[in-house]
């Protein structure tokens, strides 16, 4: 699902809001077996499960055998919308991480996906390093925890939510449940 067809076909706002999502990673990430080890889950039914529901929603997914801590990426991403620039960062980060298996918790590779979709360097680099970013993620944070969300991505309107990727039927269905209406498209 594309927020821009979202946007396209009805008036909302989409606001992006930071999730501790393993936040214990260290920078040099965690292979899977690491990451639940300890719990009883089946990976590779867990990584076809999620191979299903990509390949239903239309989003790519590479072989992913890591995971690596988003923090840093959050908070870039807050710079990138400060910068005009949020949802070109956001498809980017996700195509790196989710698709590419790239390190998203280093600082040099968060640099080049800013880059990439032309957001300067030197801009980039400032943010991660001075954290400038760093309180607008901790309330995002604690936002979360306090609403009691529990999973990503979620999308939420008065209090109503839907979460995980879920078709753009079923988004169109939550929409018209909170009250939106479909624009009316100019023929």
């Known amino acids: ?15 992006w809001k930071a999730f501790p999502l393993h936040p214990e990673t260290p920078e040099e990430g965690l292979s899977l077996e690491e990451l639940f080890a300890g719990r009883s889950v089946d990976i590779n039914k867990l990584l076809i499960r999620l191979r299903k529901t990509a390949d239903e929603v239309g989003l790519p997914l590479g072989e992913r055998k890591r995971t690596y801590n988003s923090r840093l990426a959050q908070e870039l991403a807050k710079w990138a919308e400060s910068e005009q620039k949020g949802d070109p960062f956001h498809e980017a980060m996700f195509h790196a991480y989710f698709v590419e298996g790239r390190n998203i918790g280093k600082i040099d590779e968060l640099v080049r996906l800013a880059s990439g979709i032309g957001l300067p360097e030197k801009g980039a680099r400032s943010a991660l390093e001075s954290r400038t970013f760093k309180e607008a993620v901790d309330t995002d944070w604690s936002r979360s925890r306090e609403l009691g969300i529990t999973g990503v991505p979620t999308f939420l309107i008065d209090r ?26 100019p023929y």
């Open 1 to 15: 699902m594309r927020i821009d067809q979202l946007r396209k076909n009805y008036e909302i706002e989409v606001r």
């Open 160 to 185: 109503r939510e839907i979460v995980g990727f879920q078709p753009y039927e079923a988004f169109e269905q939550f929409l018209t449940k909170c009250g939106l209406k479909k624009r009316k498209l």
